[in-house]
């Protein structure tokens, strides 16, 4: 069974910028969630998509948004970036959503906002 | 606002010895307690969970202890190898939220 994929795995971008990441689930999960990873703030919870609708919102400002299409594909945007948007952005898959359904990783894509 | 206090922040133990994280938890709403085992370059993976009406489970040599009343919950490596040399997180979760612990790096000398 393939993991989780995400791409890009790197991202360079300028302050003010827009970008797309892209997250392919495991086969079968219907959950897609998304989370920051930086030194500063560890991992923090973005978003969960269930079913191509956003289930569960974390603490992020608005220019934090994402989708999810019928084949539970996921995409996350972040517009007019910050320096403090470089991260390690993870998502990953489950089956049914958040609590006890096991969370399955990808690699995920790491941005440097310059 | 920071839910889950975990700690150490980093830790060295030699082969064999046993490797010992805590986390304290301040949302009682949480009812789901997973582990996760990062290393470099790659996402976190699941090491093992415990839920609140269980107050140990043992995998291996990897054991949840979990202690409702003080709300907190460790993770116990026996037998420490350099493999398990690695990013820790201990994590919180309801159906509407997850919250991770800061992290610990440990390290198993050989």
């Known amino acids: 069974k393939a993991g989780v994929t995400q791409t890009p795995r790197y991202l360079i971008k300028t302050r003010g910028q827009q970008v797309t990441l892209s997250c392919s689930p495991i086969?079968?999960?219907?959950?897609v969630s998304w989370y920051q990873q930086t030194p500063g703030q560890g991992l923090q919870f973005l978003f969960e998509?269930?079913?191509?609708?956003?289930?569960n919102k974390g603490n992020f400002p608005g220019r934090f948004s994402g989708r999810q299409f019928s084949n539970s594909r996921s995409e996350m945007n972040v517009s007019t970036l910050e320096l403090g948007d470089s991260a390690l952005y993870l998502c990953a898959s489950s089956l049914a959503g958040l609590g006890s359904y096991e969370q399955f990783f990808g690699p995920g894509t790491r941005l440097t906002v310059l | 606002q920071q839910q889950v206090k975990q700690s150490p922040q980093s830790l060295i133990v030699q082969k064999g010895g046993i490797s010992i994280i805590n986390c304290a938890y301040e949302n009682t709403a949480f009812d789901y307690f997973p582990w996760y085992q990062q290393f470099p370059g790659k996402g976190p993976a699941l090491l093992i969970a415990i839920r609140p009406d269980v107050s140990e489970k043992k995998e291996g040599r990897f054991t949840i202890s979990f202690n409702k009343s003080a709300k907190q919950f460790s993770l116990h490596i026996m037998d420490s190898q350099p493999g398990d040399s690695a990013t820790y997180f201990c994590a919180a979760s309801t159906y509407n939220d997850m919250r991770f612990g800061a992290g610990t790096r440990l390290t198993v000398k050989p």
């Open positions: 086969s079968g999960h219907r959950s």
């Open positions: 998509y269930f079913s191509e609708t956003q289930r």
